[in-house]
């Protein structure tokens, strides 16, 4: 894992505004649960790219296993209105799906 941690976080050095290099890099990040950096990262990904629903998805993930629901419900949030405009029905659903799974934790 530091292999591939430590390629995606050179991939971005050479090219910051890159979305697969971003996405890479905070997926990464993610499984070494470097949360700062983590966020951070999935931050500036959805800064360059509002629509990236898969982004969204996974900055939520990110937030939940942080321990951070209300983060995470709001990323949903935003996630569902950027997959609602992009068309991504895909995302959309597994948006909604996560949605009611973390509603359900906070009952």
């Known amino acids: ?12 050095a050479k090219k910051p505004t890159d979305r ?11 499984k070494a649960q470097a949360w700062e950096e983590c966020f951070a990262t999935f931050d500036r990904l ?4 509002p629509e ?4 969204y998805y996974h900055y939520a993930k990110a937030r939940q296993e942080s321990e951070d ?7 949903i949030e ?9 068309g991504d029905g895909k995302t959309l ?6 949605k009611l799974g973390l ?3 906070e009952d």
């Open 1 to 12: 894992m530091a292999d591939r941690l430590s390629a995606a976080r050179d991939y971005v």
């Open 20 to 30: 697969f290099g971003l996405y890479t890099l905070g997926m990464e990040l993610r």
């Open 46 to 49: 959805l800064e360059l790219y």
């Open 52 to 55: 990236n629903g898969p982004g």
């Open 69 to 75: 629901l209300p983060g995470a419900l709001a990323l």
């Open 78 to 86: 935003r996630g569902l209105v950027a997959t609602s405009r992009s």
């Open 93 to 98: 659903a597994e948006l909604k799906d996560l």
């Open 103 to 105: 509603e359900s934790l």
